[in-house]
């Protein structure tokens, strides 16, 4: 006995939509799987943006405490210099103060000395005149002493 192979009958309908079925399954599995793959990797990028985030956020507040502390030590200098100019502005007045009382002193010193000077000539004037005198009544003295001149008795 022989046997014949069956004979298949299908319409190219049918096999075209059990194709077409195949092709939607297996088309619906690699969306799943992309779907997941896409979520695990979003959830990774996620992670790691945050770890990102977390960092720089401390470094960022290291940099603002380190530029706090740098802005302060700025601001004392300041505070110290401006007193520093203070001082020496009010000494600087003082001193000016100082240099116009003495220039008054000097003005003053100066007439006083001009009077002195008057009083001087005028003293050296009455001094030399005095000395010439004593040293005219000295030598007629000694003249008359030693009798250098005739006394008048003949």
Do not use: C, H, W
Not at 30 to 38: C, E, L, P, S, Y
Not at 100 to 127: H, M, P, Y
Request: net charge neutral.
């Amino acid at each position: 006995m022989t046997t014949n192979p069956p004979i298949l009958t299908y319409t190219l309908e049918e096999i075209l939509s059990r194709l077409d079925q195949k092709i939607e399954k297996q088309f619906a599995e690699v969306n799943q799987k992309m779907d997941r793959q896409f979520a695990e990797v979003n959830q990774k990028m996620d992670r790691q943006f945050a770890e990102v985030n977390q960092k720089m956020d401390r470094q960022f507040a290291e940099v603002n405490q380190k530029m706090d502390r740098q802005f302060t030590e700025v601001n004392q200098k300041f505070t110290e210099v401006n007193k520093k100019l203070e001082t020496i502005d009010g000494r600087l007045n003082k001193l000016e103060i100082g240099q116009a009382e003495l220039s008054g002193e000097i003005k003053t010193l100066e007439e006083k000395v001009s009077g002195i000077d008057k009083r001087l000539d005028n003293q050296e004037f009455i001094n030399r005149g005095v000395l010439v005198a004593v040293i005219i009544a000295l030598i007629s003295g000694v003249v008359k002493l030693f009798g250098f001149f005739p006394t008048g008795k003949i």
